[in-house]
């Protein structure tokens, strides 16, 4: 029976399988955690290190930072008491006293002073210490008062104002697993490519939360998301559900869905250098030749709005009066032919110029590539799609080479943004104007946006510049996605943001009687 | 064979310098920063290239060849540009996770393909043999983003029997080594039945029933015993590939494995960290294959491995 060692190998081989499986019993759903679904793994939660959206939304409810940003991006007292511009270049921070980090220790003002030093300091290899490079000196000035000097005016330097607090003495790049906040949740478990598990701090300084934790599930694929709330075994979603999703979820389960303006911003970025594209009518002309309500509604289900340009109404500096491109293909011929790209043989089959569009590997991006290529094949500009995995994509972009790109740009708070996009010395590496557009008039704007304190003024200010980009399309505007929320009926109390900041929930808790929608 | 074991283990070194060689040129050569990614969009141009400096990444790519050959050779895999920890740490946190749903899809797999092959051979043009036909059909036709959401629906939700995604007990690993080995067991049907018949017109075969032995032992003993040698080679093949990262598989039942890892690091050009997984994949595929060139002589005791 020679047989014998084959059979005996196979069934080794399925022992070893079955026994691989029994040192890790399944975990049972902790009682009264919320369960939210996250498409990507947040990569740091360390205040410090934290830029993917997931990461910095999980570290707002881990730590405090000295302000935090309302609905409207405005900056709100979080830590701070309150706070005051000495001049252009001195704020000085009044801190909340009796406030404790999660071990008990008092938080004061040499946390802080500590943290931002932290960033600054080279060898921690923050990502954080680009937006502070202007930050010349961070003083004590007593236990609850600090001073923050900076080199040269910088009206934006509000925003820093948001960094969460770690306590002095933390390492960087420490071992994530222990990390300390204030916050109305302490981190208990980070498992990278899994989970992230929150525990209620019962002795939060603005109130217990209203559940015993959270569990964030890293689920990375759509269907399986899905599946998991149909199951129960998922309580919340933001916004990781493709749009395809949405009316199975309708039809499927009891789930409760909010869908409301977000701030996140779809643009088609245009290489100003491209001799055809630096002609400002053909940018107009692309604009008007795109159909985005058709897009709007068919591939993303009405999950977006169009968009006129980077800020949402939402924002406190939303100039709505600017030049506008709604679909008109009949406007964008006229306009190709004013600018000099006849179309050589009318409906025949031959363009009047040709470019390229890249755009990225996943399924949505490609469809909606597809969309574009066909719209504007009906104005005479024929559209290659070319898609690359995300390091090639975004390699090239920055690098300068392309025709047309689509991308989006997410967590906008200060206007200053446009400094980093549009102003002629910000082009890659030194920002991300990408498309290398050169506009005196709009340097000279952005840059009185940068110094004045003035809510008034910088709003004046910004308004002039969207005016300006709307008419000159250095990028073209898309939509803005709406942010959708998927939870289970019992949940109360959670307000969503057009950012998808997660703050609200600190107040979510379950409730006995389901909200109806 | 002692001599054949040396002269193969002798072989690894080569072999797995060729390919951590290629990949490392070729990640490094594909557009893309580890930097940006490190540092974010806002970081100044001076502070990128002051990391730049501090990683070695501005130095000639020969030169951080060298460097990236005398730290392997003194086992240093080093940290990850973009994920926490060392990359020997991240690997082996995922690693027996990839393990785990491959022999278990493997188990899977044999488990279906001997009987339903066998049975197929064995009564050849019946109902058996048409049914294990249009079941190896479907295992091949049905690719595994559609097989697993329908397992998951099926399994998950309708009957709910079991987890829907996720790595946990027994019960996590059966949805997605089930989608893995379905495939498996649709190419080893097909291969056992072709082998078996082949073999069934031997002359020895004749000679074994001449002996008066009964059927199933002239099958089992005889026939299929000296079928296995191209099944073995399949199986060696599918093992190394499923190893080497069930990404589709991964990503769909949320399976901390390292074709997840290796694709979140290329995406990310986490230089180390690539390296680390091809080297590990590159080891798993060489140990693979020599244990399928044991396994023939295990099967065919004629397979010889002298010169």
């Known amino acids: 029976m020679r047989l014998k060692p084959f059979f005996l190998l196979v069934a080794v081989w399925i022992g070893a399988a079955l026994a691989a499986c029994l040192p890790s019993p399944q975990p049972n759903r902790p009682s009264g955690y919320l369960i939210i679904a996250l498409e990507s793994n947040p990569t740091h939660l360390d205040p410090r290190y934290a830029t993917d959206a997931n990461s910095v939304r999980i570290a707002g409810l881990i730590f405090n930072s000295l302000t935090r940003t309302d609905e409207h991006s405005r900056f709100r007292p979080d830590l701070a008491e309150r706070w005051e511009a000495i001049d252009d270049l001195t704020y000085l921070f009044h801190l909340k006293k009796g406030i404790t980090f999660h071990n008990g220790k008092p938080l004061t003002a040499a946390d802080i002073k500590f943290t931002y030093e932290s960033v600054l300091d080279p060898n921690n290899r923050s990502p954080r210490r680009g937006p502070l490079q202007l930050l010349k000196a961070v003083d004590l000035i007593g236990p609850y008062q600090i001073l923050f000097r900076l080199s040269a005016p910088y009206a934006p330097f509000l925003e ?17 697993n222990s990390l300390i906040g204030s916050g109305p949740f302490s981190l208990e478990e980070f498992s ?16 217990s939360p209203g559940v015993s934790g959270l569990v964030f599930k890293i689920i990375p694929d759509a269907i399986a998301r899905s599946l998991e709330f149909k199951k129960g075994t998922v309580d919340f979603i933001q916004n990781d559900i493709e749009p395809d999703m949405l009316p199975w979820l309708k039809k499927n389960t009891d789930a409760f869905i909010i869908t409301h303006q977000g701030t996140i911003f779809q643009y088609i970025g245009v290489n100003l250098d491209h001799p055809i594209l630096k002609v400002r009518e053909v940018r107009q002309a692309i604009a008007y030749a795109i159909d985005r309500e058709a897009i709007i509604r068919h591939l993303l289900k009405g999950l977006a709005a169009p968009a006129t340009g980077l800020l949402s109404p939402s924002h ?13 293909p009949e406007e964008a011929k006229r306009l ?6 006849p179309d050589p043989d009318g409906d025949g089959p031959l ?3 040709k470019l390229s569009y890249k755009t990225t590997t996943l399924d949505l991006r490609r469809r909606i590539a597809e969309a574009f290529k066909e719209q504007l094949a009906r104005v005479g500009i024929e559209l290659e799609v070319r898609t690359y995995e995300w390091g090639t994509f975004y390699g090239d972009i920055q690098k300068g080479n392309f025709h047309l790109y689509s991308l989006s740009w997410v967590g906008i708070t200060d206007p200053d943004i446009y400094f980093t996009l549009f102003h002629s010395r910000s082009t890659p590496p030194s920002g991300n104007n990408r498309g290398r557009y050169r506009n005196p008039e709009v340097d000279q704007l952005l840059e009185e946006g940068r110094k004045s304190l003035n809510l008034e003024e910088r709003k004046r200010i910004y308004g002039g510049v969207q005016k300006i980009l709307a008419l000159d399309l250095p990028t073209i505007p898309l939509w803005w996605q709406k942010n959708v929320v998927v939870m289970k009926r019992n949940i109360a109390g959670f307000v969503p943001y057009p950012d998808g900041d997660l703050t609200s929930l600190k107040n979510v808790s379950f409730a006995p009687s389901p909200p109806s929608s | 064979m002692k001599r054949y074991l040396l002269h193969r283990l002798l072989l690894f070194l080569p072999t797995l310098l060729g390919s951590l060689t290629l990949v490392f040129f070729l990640i490094h050569l594909i557009p893309g920063d580890p930097v940006e990614v490190m540092l974010g969009e806002t970081a100044s141009s001076a502070d990128k290239e002051a990391l730049r400096r501090e990683l070695g990444l501005n130095l000639p790519i020969w030169t951080q060849y060298l460097r990236f050959l005398t730290a392997l050779a003194q086992g240093d895999l080093g940290h990850s540009l973009y994920e926490q920890g060392g990359v020997t740490e991240l690997i082996l946190i995922r690693f027996p996770a990839t393990l785990e749903l491959t022999l278990a899809a493997m188990g899977v797999a044999l488990c279906i393909a001997f009987p339903l092959g066998i049975m197929a051979a064995v009564k050849k043009n019946s109902w058996m043999d048409q049914s294990s036909l249009i079941f190896s059909l479907l295992g091949l036709a049905m690719p595994n983003f559609w097989l697993g959401p329908l397992l998951m629906i099926a399994f998950s939700i309708e009957l709910g029997w079991l987890p829907v995604s996720g790595r946990g007990g027994l019960a996590h690993l059966i949805l997605p080594s089930l989608t893995l080995g379905m495939v498996m067991a649709a190419i080893l049907i097909r291969m056992i039945r072709s082998s078996l018949l082949e073999t069934i017109h031997e002359d020895y075969i004749q000679t074994a029933r001449a002996k008066g032995l009964s059927e199933w032992r002239v099958w089992l003993k005889h026939a299929l015993r000296n079928s296995l040698l191209s099944v073995i080679t399949i ?43 091809i080297l590990v994949i590159s080891t798993s595929y060489l140990v693979v294959n020599l244990l399928t060139d044991l396994l023939y002589h295990l099967a065919d005791p004629r397979v010889s491995y002298g010169r």
Do not use: H
């Not at chain 1, 190709?336 to 790209?341: C, K, P, V």
């Not at chain 2, 590939?241 to 039942?253: D, P, Q, V």
């Open chain 1, 160 to 176: 820093n104002s948001t960094l969460g607090i770690v306590p002095a003495g933390t390492p960087g790049a420490a071992q994530e």
């Open chain 1, 192 to 207: 990278p490519g899994e989970k992230v598990v929150l525990k209620a701090n019962s002795s939060y300084w603005e109130g």
């Open chain 2, 235 to 277: 199986v060696g093949l599918q093992f190394g590939a499923l190893l080497a990262g069930s990404i589709i598989t991964e990503t769909i039942f949320t399976w901390p494995g390292i074709g997840r890892l290796t694709i979140q690091a290329i995406q990310t050009r986490d230089y180390p960290l690539v390296q680390g997984c």
């Open chain 1, 316 to 328: 406190w500096a939303y100039e709505p009066s600017v030049p506008r491109f709604p679909y008109d």
């Open chain 1, 351 to 353: 363009p009047r110029f």
């Open chain 1, 336 to 341: 190709l032919d004013r600018a000099g790209f």
